[in-house]
Each structure stands twice: as structure tokens, then as C-alpha cells.
């Protein structure tokens, strides 16, 4: 086979290059540019849709193009966000796959001058009974936690969800926020013809070559055991010192400009920087620290070693910089140099080893046009896990259990939620995370959804409620939306179904961040996330940072006190269609109401302003499992019973069925005075009090005891 | 009353440490780990975190530290020092403190609020705690006469034990009564906005011994 086929290029893109250098390239060449020509880095087959986001607003400090993108939270201070993922190392590897892909997300937060403050986590996995599944969960959790521990970051909120397409490919998706004085953020452009290129960190090895083409822009499929030394190795403790190494060189001013190490290592960081810049970098490979002597040019510049940035420092300063790593116990090693050549030229001491136009690496990877066709009705399988014919208490009870519904304490306390006295709401306190900011004298509030079940029913409507989700997560709490940043998961997009369901869920990821005044930040596309069974569901997923004025105003998700009346709020009519009692019954089918954008903004808006004014003593979307579940967690939570009657609903024209376990967007179940609801205009449905979950929902009414809901809510353990 | 708080290469919590000293009293200063100058504090702080990465067994590097000798001086002339998680774990392999800190039972990092007794004052605290090496451990003999000699700081709350502590031991003394170590933070419960105030008491308990001592 011809080594371009070999590293993921095509024969058209192979003669593209030959053009471009108007030679064939030489091993580095092509080991260079089968990395930064690959989907994972040239976004080849996405980039062209995600022109359709919005991506500006007021409030914008950075947007996409930056490591992360940073939102204004007054006086003087950003808060820098962006989700990535980190799937197919962790397919192969779950523990140093999830590791390496927060550290990977903090390092893309600290490259533009902002420390990490909290880290999410979206992940996705086969069903629980499946072996496979349970030691990929377990690695993982393990592995976000050995990072974000030993880190000192906190790690505050995040979801998990089970489903059988995602057996063979796992998702682990990271996000990161960080804070920083906006005069003392950088950007990732190189400039100064002359100034010295230095790169910090970590010394330079084999581990991770190639893990761009090979592993993340591939299908996985037999034999993957030869792709085991291409997962990257983590090493917490070298990045907490390169951390605080490069805030203290920024703090001081020292630095022309910072990128971090990711994905194609050296070569798409040296790349991205002088592209951004519009100048041409030199690098002599002999000056590289390296683990592993006899290293070859292309490995050098291919290695995904972590815990490595690159800088940009005038010549008069490098000194300076050295003793600041040194002081930090990190390496650091001028390699190179910026130049007006407008090539990137690769030396071994002295001899050039490889020269391409910057402009041909970075932006001349052909953008491709999707062919997208509308699959025939439901494209995935779907195991029916529930006996037709039992009681609405037996199927509560039954979702309650569910993985995808259950408690998640068992893995978040695996999780250091509380360094950096920031974390005002802790998981599953409150239906987004809450950090205080002192700095700026108020808050953040970030919540990160994506149900890919609801997305394979309607590519379209399914996103749309995804964001939606965020919007009424932040709102729970009182935050008031600033951006968004985003994670596209989904299968191979040159297959007519996956580049339909790409196309219809960027679609409704533009149309509802438009709607609701949400600009897009950042973000990341993983495609080719199939298996031998075929693909994933397709998984955007969504994080969003609001504001609000006062963290000890917020409503936490469960009752509060016996007596307090429960009311319903927002454009709530829910359906049976892609719920998880559906999914248990095996009765999956594709379709999906189109959710009101419009009305569920506003009663975002009417929820935020009653939290922000301490009129509400609890607030909780309705989400997975319907509005029986909803009443059935935030009764766990209080240690109450409650008392409902879901006749309002029916009203709407809702079956007793879809009044309990029905789906859809714009739900709030709210608690507190009954006049207080009221004056919102919700509709109360009752009341807060005794030892059982009691709902009356006509000839599906049901009774379940609080301590059998709670017993089956907290089985998800080990 | 000037605090001083130290700063390992991989400390986590050393800046929360900080600001919570400044709100039990007065001022608070970290101190780098490579110097021999504690910079005339009247009490240590040795921090939470992975000092060096802590790969080898938690603790067993930061104790060679500079920083830590001078410690070790500063608390045979009676200098109140008080070590937080990895910090208690540092002043035990230092012996400063009885002990030793082992792997949690269950083998999984662990993190989530719990009571704790303070069995000086019967006090209860309520206070977060986060760990995967925090199994309080010695053997019997030494266990009794620490609890003779009173010796014993802070217990988890009867069915509170997260990790399997011997007598459900979160924190210890020495005998002089001025270095005390414990596994639940402290510094992280110092505001009603992050769950509790209780953290506080701990501060100034130490405090008091320092000014006793």
C-alpha cells in the first residue's frame, strides 16, 4: 500500500501536495502533512457547516480560531471555555485515554493566559451489563480523576450516559473553564521576525505518534491492539508545574505568545502559530529534549508526548524565561525561530530535513461537501430491557435504576469537586454547577448536555434541545447565558445517513444559539466514531457559562421543606417519542416533536429572574424520565415525599403515560410559596410532604415509597 | 498572628489554605519549598495536594524538602504546625507524626463532606474531605497510648469512616500537642457559600495551642 494511503491521505490529496511543493514531499513532509491534513486537525468535512454558527455577541473576549474562547465577566475578567474529546484514545485505553483528554483541555485553557478553575465531563458508554462497557466507564472515571486531582482543579458537573451504540466506541468529551485578567490573556499567533521559539514541558518520546490520523479520524475495528502505542501518557504532576510556570510568565509579561502541544504535537502547533501569524517558523529537531536518543526527524515533530507548550519569546528574554522553568522544574529548550519565510522549515542540526509553505500545511487541506441522505425511519437497534405490562410504579422505579438516570454519585465522588473554594453548588446539588467568582464579584453557573438518543430520532429537533437543556439548566440556578462552546460527536461523514444527521444537528445548533442570543465560542468535531456494529448516535454536546449576580441565591434541585407547593412552569408538552421508557420498552422510533424556542426562552427568563429574586426554594428542568422521575429525585434529594396531580398536563392533551414519563423541552418543576409560583404563572400541581412519591395521573396513577425511590435512584455502583 | 503556608511543586490547595488562614486571623504567606527561612511565622501550614506528583508514596519526597527541615525546628521549639491531607501525610513520613497513611479500603479516590468529632472539645464539624491514600494506620500498642495521652485529634462521626482509618482516626497530635495533622480539609470550609464554616475552629484551635505553647 502507498505510505500516503498507509497515514490517511488520499490519492487526490496526495497529488494536491505534489502540487503544493511542486515535489513529492520527503518522509517528514508527509508524516507532516497527513497529520495536519487530517479530519481531526483540518476539520475537512465539517468546517464548511460550522461557518453556519454564530459566533458573536458583547460579551466575547475570544472566539473560535483561539486555543479556548473567553467570555467578559466584568471587572476586568474573562472566563475561558472549550470542550474536546478524547474518544478513540479512550476506546483503546480508558484510563490514560480520559486522563490525557482533560489534561489535554486544561492545557488548551492555560494557552491563552487563563488558569483552570473547573472541569466537566460528557461521557458515553455501551449498556452496564456489558462487560466491555463497565471496564471502560470504571478506567475512565479513574483516569478523569487521577488528572483533575492531582491537578488542583475541580471537577464540578458532567453527565453519563448508556447506550448500546456506543459499545465500541466509547465518548469521553472534557471540558475546562478557566479565569484570567483579560490584559493578561495571549493569543496563539507568532510574530517578530527573530524572536526565539522555545518549547516547555514535557521531554519529547514515541508515545502518541500518529494519534491524530491513525486513531481519530478512522473507524476502529479488529487488530486495534497495534494502535496501543499511539494512546498518550499523562503525567498530572509535569503539567501542574507547566502551568503555573506559564501563568507566572504571562503574569510577568514574558511571552509574545503561548499554544499548547495537542493533537499532531510539534508539527500542528508550530504550524497553527505561524499560520495565525502570517510568518514562517524554523525548528531544528537536534534541539529537542528527548526521551528516546535516536529519535527520527518525523517522530520528533509527530509525537503527541504530553505536557508540552510552545512559546514565542524576544530574543533579549529567553534567559529569563529558562529561569522561570527552571525555578518550576520544567524543561525548556530554544528550538527554533520566527522567519519571514512564510515555509516551516524542519533542521537537524543545521541540514534542512523538510520545508513546506506554511500556508500549503495548515489551510490547503481540501474542505469537502457532505452528501447527505435522510436515512429510512430508525437506522439504530434497540433491546427492549422492560417486561410490557407493569405498573406506572414498576416503570418509575425502573427508570429511576436506569444507568442513564441514576445517581452519578458513585463516579463524581471519585472527583475533587471543592479545591479552589470556588464551588458554591456541588454535583447534583443543583441542576448546574455554580462557581463563585470574588474576582469579579459575582458568579458563573455551567451546565454541559447532550442526550445522542433524542439527536438519532431528530438530528435537528434533538439539538435544539440540547441547547435548550443548558438554557434552562443555567436558568435553575439564575444565570443568564454569555456562550457556548461545543463537542460534535458523531460517526463517518462520508456515509450519506452520518453526514445528514452532521448537517441537520449543526443546523439546529446554529438556529437555536441565534435564537436564543447565545454566540458559539469554541469548540470540536469527532468524526468517525463507529464500530463493527456501525456508528455511534450522533452526540453534540453542549456546554454552557451563564452569569448571575449572587451564588447564595440559588436554588438548589431538591424540595426544601414539607409543605411548600409544587408547580409546573414553561411550554412543557411531553411525548413517549426517544424517552427512556420507550428505550427500555425496545420501542424506538425516529421523530421527534419541534420544541419552541421562543417560548422556552421565555420561561428561562421568567424562572432566572424568580431564582435571582429568592422567590423560588427549589428549581429542576424536566429531563430524562419525564416529570415522574423529575418528582422522584427532587423528593430523594429533600428526604420528602411528595403529593402531585399531573391533571394540567392531560389538559394539554397528554396521555396519563406521557404525563409521567413523557419527553420534551421547556419543563420546570418548581417548589415554594404557593402564591409566590403563582404570581409566575405556574400552574401548581402540589404539594411537598410525607413518605411516599404519590402521583395521580388518571388510570396510570401510582404510590411508590421514598425509600424504595432512593433505593432504586442510588444503584449504580461497582 | 502570621501564617505560613508552604508551596510544594504539585501543592493543590495552597492558595485555599492561605485565604482561609487570613480569615481564621490575620496574615497569611506561602513559603517556596526550596528555603530554609520560614520568614518569622508564628504557625506552619503544610498544604493538600501531590507533593512532587507524589509517585513514589504520598509524602515520602516533600519531607527531604528544604523547607521541611526548617519546619522540623520550627516544631521542636513548640511552633504551632498544622498539615492538611498530603500535609498530614508529609508530617508522618517526616515523623513529626505517629502513623502512617495508607490507600483508601475500597482503593478509589474518594471526596464528599463528612462530620468530624473534635475530641478535645466534642465538637461536631462538618467538613469536606478528599483523598486516595487517607487510611490513618499504626499498630495497636501505639494506637493505645495515643489515646492515652490524648493524642488522638479528630474522628469521622460513628458511620462516617471513608476509607477504613483504624478507631476511625481523621487526625492526630503529637504529644507536645503543637503539630497536628488531619485528612479532611479544613481550608475548604471556611465560607457558608462552600457548605460550611466549621473549618475555622480547626485554625484556631491550632492557634490557641501555639499561643499556649
Known amino acids: 500500500m502507498a505510505k500516503h494511503r498507509e497515514l490517511g491521505l488520499t490519492d487526490h490529496e496526495f497529488e494536491l501536495i505534489v502540487e503544493k511543493l511542486g515535489r513529492e514531499p520527503n518522509d517528514v513532509e508527509l508524516a507532516m502533512f497527513s497529520l495536519l491534513w487530517s479530519e481531526h486537525c483540518a476539520y475537512k468535512h465539517s468546517r464548511k457547516l460550522l ?141 517578530g521576525v527573530g524572536n526565539a521559539v522555545v518549547l516547555m514541558g514535557a521531554s519529547t518520546g514515541r508515545d502518541g505518534i500518529g494519534g ?163 436515512p429510512e425511519g430508525w437506522i439504530y437497534g434497540n433491546r427492549a430491557t422492560l417486561a410490557p405490562g407493569g405498573t406506572a410504579a414498576e416503570e418509575l422505579l425502573a427508570l429511576l435504576a436506569a444507568p442513564s438516570i441514576a445517581s452519578k454519585r458513585w463516579a463524581f465522588e471519585q472527583y475533587d469537586s471543592v479545591v479552589g473554594s470556588r464551588t458554591a453548588r456541588r454535583p447534583e446539588a443543583a441542576e448546574a454547577a455554580v462557581l463563585a467568582l470574588p474576582e469579579a464579584g459575582n458568579a458563573i453557573a455551567v451546565s454541559i448536555d447532550g442526550n445522542g438518543r433524542r439527536v438519532a430520532c431528530d438530528p435537528y429537533a434533538g439539538t435544539v434541545e440540547a441547547v435548550l437543556e443548558c438554557a434552562q439548566n443555567l436558568a435553575c440556578v439564575g444565570a443568564e447565558p454569555l456562550g457556548l462552546t461545543n463537542c460534535l460527536n ?27 442570543g447565545v454566540p458559539v465560542v469554541g469548540g470540536n468535531v469527532s468524526l468517525y466514531n463507529e464500530g463493527p456494529d456501525g ?3 450522533p452526540t453534540p454536546v453542549v456546554g454552557m457559562v451563564g452569569e448571575l449576580p449572587d451564588p447564595a441565591q440559588v436554588a438548589g434541585n431538591a424540595f426544601a421543606k414539607a409543605g411548600d ?16 421508557l420507550v428505550k427500555q420498552r425496545g420501542e424506538l422510533d ?100 410525607g413518605d411516599a412519591i404519590e402521583i395521580a395521573a388518571g388510570d396510570r396513577s401510582l404510590t411508590v415509597p421514598l425509600s424504595e425511590a432512593e433505593r432504586a435512584w442510588r444503584s449504580l455502583t461497582f | 498572628m502570621i501564617w505560613g503556608v508552604l508551596q510544594f511543586p504539585g501543592s493543590c490547595d495552597e492558595r485555599d489554605a492561605l485565604h482561609a488562614c487570613e480569615a481564621a486571623s490575620g496574615e497569611a504567606r506561602l513559603i517556596w519549598h526550596e528555603s530554609r527561612d520560614l520568614d518569622r511565622v508564628d504557625a506552619v501550614v503544610v498544604p493538600g495536594g501531590f507533593s512532587y506528583g507524589d509517585y513514589l508514596r504520598a509524602g515520602a519526597i516533600a519531607r527531604f524538602s528544604p523547607a521541611m527541615e526548617a519546619v522540623a525546628e520550627f516544631a521542636a521549639a513548640g511552633g504551632p504546625v498544622l498539615g492538611i491531607c498530603n500535609g498530614f501525610q508529609v508530617l508522618c513520613e517526616a515523623g513529626l507524626l505517629p502513623g502512617a497513611l495508607l490507600r483508601n479500603e475500597d482503593l478509589r479516590f474518594v471526596c464528599r463532606q463528612a462530620d468530624l468529632l473534635d475530641e478535645r472539645s466534642g465538637e461536631r464539624l462538618s467538613i469536606p474531605l478528599k483523598h486516595g491514600e487517607g487510611r490513618y494506620y499504626a499498630p495497636e500498642g501505639v494506637l493505645d497510648e495515643l489515646e492515652a495521652r490524648g493524642q488522638v485529634a479528630y474522628r469521622y462521626a460513628p458511620g462516617q469512616n471513608p476509607n477504613g482509618s483504624v478507631r476511625d482516626i481523621a487526625g492526630v497530635r503529637n504529644e507536645a500537642g503543637n503539630v497536628v495533622g488531619l485528612m479532611p480539609h479544613p481550608e475548604h470550609a471556611v465560607d457558608p457559600l462552600t457548605g460550611s464554616t466549621d473549618g475555622l475552629r480547626v485554625f484556631e484551635a491550632l492557634a490557641a495551642a501555639g499561643a499556649r505553647g
Open chain 1, 51 to 191: 461557518r453556519r454558527l454564530p459566533t458573536e455577541g458583547e460579551r466575547v473576549v475570544m472566539g473560535p480560531g483561539e486555543n479556548a474562547g473567553a467570555v467578559d465577566v466584568g471587572n476586568g475578567h474573562a472566563v475561558a471555555f472549550k470542550v474536546e474529546s478524547h474518544n478513540h484514545p479512550s476506546a483503546v485505553e480508558p484510563f490514560q485515554g480520559a486522563a490525557t483528554g482533560v489534561g489535554g483541555i486544561l492545557r488548551d485553557v492555560f494557552a491563552i493566559g487563563a488558569r483552570p478553575i473547573a472541569i466537566l465531563d460528557s461521557l458515553r458508554f455501551g449498556e452496564l451489563d456489558s462487560v466491555r462497557s463497565r471496564h471502560l466507564l470504571d478506567g475512565a472515571v479513574r483516569g478523569i480523576g487521577h488528572y483533575g486531582n492531582s491537578i488542583g482543579v475541580a471537577t464540578v458537573g458532567g453527565e453519563i450516559y448508556f447506550e448500546e451504540p456506543y459499545e465500541h466506541n466509547c465518548l469521553v468529551n472534557a471540558m475546562c473553564l478557566g479565569l484570567a485578567k483579560t490584559e493578561d490573556m495571549v493569543r496563539a499567533a507568532a510574530a
Open chain 1, 490 to 516: 458523531f460517526g463517518n461523514p462520508e456515509k450519506p445517513a452520518t453526514a445528514w444527521q452532521l448537517d441537520r444537528s449543526v443546523t439546529g445548533l446554529a438556529d437555536a444559539c441565534t435564537a436564543l
Open chain 1, 212 to 374: 491524530a490520523s491513525v486513531l481519530a479520524s478512522a473507524e476502529l475495528g479488529d487488530g486495534d491492539d497495534a494502535k496501543r502505542p499511539t494512546v498518550q501518557i499523562g503525567d498530572p504532576f509535569e503539567e501542574s508545574k507547566v502551568l503555573e510556570c506559564c501563568l507566572e510568565l504571562l503574569e510577568k509579561g514574558l511571552l509574545v505568545s503561548l499554544q499548547d502541544l495537542g493533537a499532531a504535537g510539534l508539527t500542528s502547533s508550530a504550524g497553527e502559530m505561524a499560520s495565525a501569524g502570517g510568518v514562517g517558523i524554523d525548528l531544528d529537531v537536534a534541539k529537542v529534549p528527548l526521551r528516546e536518543a535516536d529519535m527520527e526527524p518525523f517522530e520528533i515533530m509527530v509525537s503527541e508526548s504530553q505536557e508540552r507548550m510552545l512559546a514565542v519569546v524576544e530574543p533579549a528574554r529567553v534567559d529569563e524565561v529558562r529561569a522561570i522553568c527552571e525555578k518550576w522544574q520544567t524543561g525548556s529548550a530554544q528550538i527554533g525561530v520566527v522567519t519571514d519565510s512564510g515555509a516551516i522549515r524542519i533542521l537537524r542540526d543545521g541540514d534542512v530535513v523538510g520545508e513546506m509553505p506554511v500556508e500549503a500545511l495548515v489551510d490547503g487541506c481540501p474542505l469537502y461537501d457532505l452528501e447527505p441522505a435522510e
Open chain 1, 590 to 689: 425516529a421523530g421527534l416533536p419541534q420544541p419552541d424556542v421562543e417560548a422556552v426562552a421565555a420561561a428561562c427568563a421568567t424562572v432566572r429572574d424568580a431564582v435571582r429574586a429568592g422567590k423560588l426554594a427549589s428549581a429542576r428542568d424536566v429531563s430524562d424520565g419525564g416529570l415522574a422521575c423529575a418528582l422522584a429525585e427532587s423528593s430523594i434529594g429533600a428526604g420528602h415525599g411528595c403529593r402531585a396531580d399531573l391533571q394540567p398536563l392531560r389538559e394539554r392533551g397528554c396521555t396519563p403515560e406521557e404525563a409521567l414519563f413523557g419527553e420534551g423541552s421547556g419543563g420546570f418543576l418548581l417548589s415554594g410559596d404557593r402564591a409566590a409560583l403563582e404570581s409566575l404563572g405556574a400552574i401548581v400541581i402540589g404539594e411537598v410532604g
Open chain 1, 535 to 537: 456508528p455511534i448516535y
Open chain 1, 565 to 580: 407547593a409544587i408547580a409546573l412552569l414553561g411550554p412543557f408538552a411531553p411525548t413517549m417519542a426517544g424517552s427512556q
